[in-house]
């Protein structure tokens, strides 16, 4: 079974500091994602990777950047957080284009205050 | 990008009935997936559909799809409290790397 894991469940931080969100997948995924998902506003992708080093910009990347320098792993920085970056972070996979289910991650609760 | 529209968005059902939402898409796909969120957790797929099939059918899960009509629907039978969750479809046009998924649609199963 593909599993992806998500470094942690909840996260509290202070605006102006710098945010690290980690995610693993352990399928030799090529590609990657990054959601928040808020109420009311469902899903939105944030950044996707298709490939190591490569990345391309989703629906909502103001105020964040990513980086996958191996296959396995896939990075959401948020740079300076903000009260408005609190939201539920949700990473997945998936193994290439033409396959496109997507495995999800546990999610990251991030509480900016 | 594609994105679907579920619907309604919440439904509320007693254990052992059937449950069946919906989907709706505007423009041609490949395929439309399913999956279920259970609250404050990742989604997990619950099942994949392809242009060229009518239905699909998973344990207690059965998809239809309608391309004529751009709609899908998942029915859930005989329903348990377990099954409470929000339910997201997920229509791809296959060419682009990206699913957008909708606001789901909240099911509470009572027991």
């Known amino acids: 079974d593909v599993k992806v894991t998500q470094s942690s469940r909840y996260l509290v931080k202070r605006t102006g500091e710098k945010v690290f969100l980690e995610c693993v997948q352990d399928m030799d995924h090529e590609n990657m994602f990054w959601y928040r998902q808020d109420p009311g506003l469902g899903l939105r992708l944030i950044y996707f990777s298709y490939d190591v080093k490569m990345k391309e910009k989703g629906d909502i990347p103001e105020g964040y950047s990513v980086s996958r320098e191996k296959k396995e792993r896939f990075s959401l920085i948020l740079e300076s957080a903000s009260t408005n970056q609190t939201s539920m972070y949700l990473c997945a996979s998936r193994q290439m284009p033409a396959i496109d289910t997507q495995y999800f991650g546990p999610g990251t609760r991030l509480t900016v205050l | 990008s594609q994105q679907g529209e579920e619907d309604p968005q919440a439904l509320s059902i007693q254990e052992g009935e059937n449950a069946t939402m919906n989907c709706s898409y505007k423009t041609s796909i490949n395929n439309l997936q399913w999956y279920r969120q259970n609250s404050g957790r990742g989604l997990v797929h619950l099942i994949l559909?392809?242009?060229?099939?009518r239905e699909k059918h998973s344990g207690r899960l059965r998809v239809t799809l309608d391309t004529s009509k751009k709609s899908s629907s998942l029915l859930i039978t005989a329903s348990r409290a377990a099954d409470t969750a929000s339910y997201f479809c997920?229509?791809?046009?296959?060419?682009?790397?990206?699913?957008?998924f909708g606001k789901g649609t909240l099911l509470t199963v009572n027991p």
């Open positions: 559909i392809r242009s060229n099939e």
């Open positions: 997920a229509p791809s046009g296959g060419s682009n790397y990206k699913l957008t």
